[in-house]
């Protein structure tokens, strides 16, 4: 069974830095794409960074400039580095990762990690 499994979330200070990781696990094939979305309450998912084989990455507006992403293959995992955090920045961070299951590609989610930007 494929799973994806976060750690890095909790409390931090506006200013400050967080990092985020997610690792997939179970019988996967390849990594296609994997990321970061977040959401809050009342509003939409929405993307904070994704990396897709054979392309750059892509950032969402509000965090371009202050957060970076980077895959480990070897580890089949995802990290996000979050820098210069603002409180609008405090949300369920969810992990996303497009993986090649048997001979199908399919989307997985993670469980949800809080981050919370707060003084």
């Known amino acids: 069974q494929v799973q994806l499994v976060e750690s890095g979330g909790g409390l931090v200070q506006p200013g400050g830095s967080l990092r985020l990781s997610c690792a997939a696990s179970?019988?996967?094939?390849?990594?296609?794409?994997m990321g970061w979305y977040r959401q809050t309450p009342g509003k939409e998912r929405e993307l904070v960074a994704i990396?897709?084989?054979?392309?750059?990455?892509n950032f969402g507006d509000s965090v371009k400039g202050r957060f970076t992403i980077s895959v480990n293959n070897a580890k089949d995992t995802v990290y996000l580095q979050m820098n210069s955090l603002k409180p609008e920045d405090t949300a369920v961070y969810y992990c996303w990762a497009q993986l090649q299951v048997g001979i199908l590609n399919r989307g997985f989610w993670g469980q949800g990690t809080q981050v919370t930007v707060s003084s």
């Open positions: 990396v897709t084989s054979g392309d750059g990455p």
């Open positions: 179970g019988s996967i094939g390849s990594i296609n794409a």
